[in-house]
């Protein structure tokens, strides 16, 4: 079964763009997360998405957003790029499950963005 | 607010030696996560502990979640230069939204040949 897929692996942009990341889940995978990990902050929640809704969001500026398609890949986006945005990007997929349950989390390599 | 520490947060051994890494809250989880991830890459799923008291033994790696729900150790056995990384726990609870992650801020270990 393929893992967990994110593209770009690596990307460089200049202050005040925009970019666009992309997640693949695991297959039959609803859920997908979007985590920002930092030396400084370590691993930090941005978003969930289940069945193309986001379910919750981490405390983010609205420049981050998200979306999630039919098929359960997901797109984040980040837009008017500061220095500070640099970071990896790590998407995790998992099942979608009843209330209660204990479930697991699957990432993906992440994708590096330099912002300078 | 639900919150992970972690111990050591840096640790630095030869191979062969054993450590142990802890994972503590005063929130209780309904389960709890250990990875592993190494530079670039992503967190690799080690394993998920449910019940409190459970330990589960992976090769080298034993690892319990505490009886009470809101602690979990991982201990390594003999820990080879294949094992340094940064290991990070995530404790799992539910809201009116479904299951959430915290995570831990991670110990970064290193084993020295």
């Known amino acids: 079964k393929a893992g967990v897929t994110q593209t770009p692996r690596y990307l460089i942009k200049t202050r005040g763009q925009q970019v666009t990341l992309s997640c693949s889940p695991i297959?039959?995978?609803?859920?997908v997360s979007w985590y920002q990990q930092t030396p400084g902050q370590g691993l930090q929640f941005l978003f969930e998405?289940?069945?193309?809704?986001?379910?919750n969001k981490g405390n983010f500026p609205g420049r981050f957003s998200g979306r999630q398609f039919s098929n359960s890949r997901s797109e984040m986006n980040v837009s008017t790029l500061e220095l500070g945005d640099s970071a990896l990007y790590l998407c995790?997929?998992?099942?979608?499950?009843?209330?209660?349950?204990?479930?697991?989390?699957?990432f993906g390599p992440g994708t590096r963005l330099t912002v300078t | 607010t639900q919150l992970l520490e972690q111990s050591p947060q840096f640790l630095s051994i030869q191979e062969g030696e054993n450590l142990t890494v802890y994972c503590n809250s005063s929130s209780v989880f309904s389960s709890l996560q250990w990875y592993r991830q190494e530079p670039g890459e992503g967190p690799v799923l080690l394993v998920t502990?449910?019940?409190?008291?459970e330990v589960k033994k992976l090769k080298r790696l034993t690892f319990q979640f505490g009886d009470a729900r809101k602690d979990s150790s991982l201990h390594i056995t003999a820990a080879q230069p294949g094992d340094t990384g940064l290991y990070l726990c995530?404790?799992?609870?539910?809201?009116?939204?479904?299951?959430?992650?915290?995570f831990g801020p991670g110990t970064r270990l290193s084993v020295l040949p």
């Open positions: 995790a997929s998992s099942f979608a499950i009843t209330l209660g349950l204990a479930y697991e989390q699957y």
């Open positions: 995530a404790g799992a609870y539910a809201d009116n939204y479904g299951q959430n992650f915290v």
């Open positions: 297959s039959g995978h609803r859920s």
């Open positions: 502990v449910v019940t409190g008291g």
């Open positions: 998405y289940f069945s193309e809704t986001q379910r």
